[in-house]
């Protein structure tokens, strides 16, 4: 069975075509949002789930064989995170992406 570092370099070859592919397209900030998202989730499988890590894996495998959308991946291993993770704490994940304050919740 492969390991997840196993696969770690062809997602970064993946990631380095996208990026040089896009480096000077208005899309390249969607680009690098969705390999940071991918190897966000990559984090915490290996810190949190053997489970999760090992269905992220044949995830990533699969999606290797294909790999012209780095979003459908994004995307799938959000799932497997959400599945895997958040059920074990019983809490949601918080968003990486920090949420404005509404005016009447500021501390001051």
Known sequence: MTEL???LPQLAK???EDIEHFA???YLE???MEWLGIFDCIL??????P?????ATESIEEWLKDPKNPERLWKRLRDIRDK?????????KPDTVPQPYDSDELPF
């Open 5 to 7: 570092r196993d696969l």
């Open 14 to 16: 993946e990631m380095a």
């Open 24 to 26: 000077h397209s208005f």
């Open 30 to 32: 969607d680009y690098l």
């Open 44 to 49: 915490d499988f290996l810190w949190d789930s």
């Open 51 to 55: 489970e999760a890590l090992q269905e």
């Open 84 to 92: 895997f993770l958040t059920e074990d704490k019983g809490e949601d």
